[in-house]
């Protein structure tokens, strides 16, 4: 809020993950002060990525190879389902603006001497000609070309969008990749302290990989954890893994299948095999018990939590979150959609609000969280070829300014 106007927005988040199963969208409604709004969730829907296509991006996402052709096609067809789930969540056109974050191909952190780098799959001017409504996308890009990790940028909006509680809040997003916000307590002498966030490490990505391998293709993953839930936990394993770099490594971090993909899991499975235990259901069990410790040991490198809460498709794995209650002892693991977001609707939710942001020239990135040495606003804008009309960041700034 600035001089007493509320600015005001109808905006469309679009979001697919690591996993790669499809495109969540949402419709929301922002209101008032940009990093305490009034939020509404007013539609929401999903479109599932066809099965070739999913496994082309899955290929792709852990070193496999294409050629420039195939590469244009698949960026096409990932843009036109973006489309489709825009359209299904908002058939009536109320949204003003649209944020992309596209299908991650290939994520990159930084290192000594190596600048960091993230290509999220996505034709923005295409997409915003098949809505006809202004996109922002790219949001990665300004933070890596900082210095930072491009990653996550979730925290930023959870602090936003959720309100602090008597102690220090987790949320836990269970996608393709594990990562971890850290809110700080309403009152206390942290009450200031900043967000904290970071990448822990496999969510469902070695998981599915698993099934799929188990089950000869006819299953994609553990449907509510019960094939993992029939086995055996090899300990002994998990405590070694708990033990790699990784793992051991203090935020800032980020990491998706270009580590933790195919040659990850076969590792894992030899090592399984190795050990004595080879049967699926032991090694389902063995990688959904690894998921739920690296949390919990994650846990442990932060201020103590009081509550967790689990949002992504790992939230309805009934395994992994019996897991999760038994390592994070002490904690309240609870589903992020008893608050009122679903447990797919998070990160939909956070890229509308980073469009917003952007709209607004609000900075959407948080420096302790993606190493970055300063914030920076978020995301590219087009409008739609050919359209001549003044865009709403404009409108609304050019607002800002006469009543600012």
Not at 179 to 188: A, D, E, H, I
Not at 290 to 298: G, I, M, P, R
């Amino acid at each position: 809020m600035t001089g007493g106007f509320f600015v005001a927005m109808r905006v469309l988040g679009l979001m697919s993950g690591t996993s790669a199963d499809g495109v969540d969208a949402v419709l929301a409604d922002f209101r008032g002060c940009p990093r305490s709004p009034r939020w509404r969730l007013l539609d929401r829907s999903f479109v599932a990525y066809p099965p070739g296509l999913r496994q082309q991006l899955i290929d792709l996402s852990q070193g496999g190879r294409a050629t420039a052709a195939e590469l244009l096609a698949l960026c096409e067809a990932v843009t036109e389902i973006q489309a489709a789930a825009a359209q299904a969540c908002d058939p009536r056109r109320r949204a003003a603006l649209v944020g992309c974050h596209g299908q991650t191909l290939w994520h990159r952190p930084p290192v000594e001497q190596q600048r960091g780098s993230s290509w999220q799959l996505l034709q923005g001017p295409l997409l915003a000609q098949l809505l006809q409504r202004a996109v922002v996308f790219d949001f990665r890009a300004a933070d890596l070309a900082l210095g930072g990790h491009g990653a996550p940028l979730v925290p930023a909006t959870d602090a936003a969008l959720l309100p602090s509680i008597g102690g220090w809040r987790a949320l836990l997003n269970l996608g393709g990749i594990a990562n971890l916000t850290l809110l700080p307590p309403r009152s206390g002498p942290d009450r200031n302290a900043a967000v904290q966030g970071w990448d822990c490490g496999p969510a469902n990505t070695l998981l599915d990989l698993a099934v799929q391998r188990f089950s000869e293709g006819r299953e994609s993953f553990d449907a509510g954890g019960a094939w993992g839930g029939r086995g055996q936990v090899q300990e002994e394993l998990v405590e070694r893994w708990l033990q790699e770099s990784y793992f051991r490594q203090a935020p800032p971090k980020s990491t998706g299948r270009e580590q933790l993909g195919i040659a990850d899991l076969e590792r894992r499975l030899q090592e399984l095999n190795q050990s004595g235990s080879e049967e699926p259901a032991d090694a389902l069990a063995s990688l959904t018990a690894f998921t739920a410790a690296v949390v919990a040991q994650d846990l442990q490198r932060g201020p103590a939590v009081v509550e967790l809460l689990v949002a992504g498709g790992g939230a309805n794995n009934d395994t992994l979150m019996r897991q999760l209650r038994q390592r994070c002892r002490g904690l309240v693991v609870r589903p992020l959609s008893e608050l009122g977001i679903g447990s797919s609707e998070r990160e939909a939710l956070a890229f509308a609000l980073l469009a917003w942001w952007h709209a607004l020239g609000v900075s959407g990135s948080l420096p302790v969280v993606t190493g970055a040495p300063q914030g920076s606003v978020l995301g590219v804008q087009v409008q739609p070829p050919g359209h001549r009309s003044t865009s709403a960041t404009k409108l609304i700034r050019r607002a800002l300014q006469f009543i600012g």
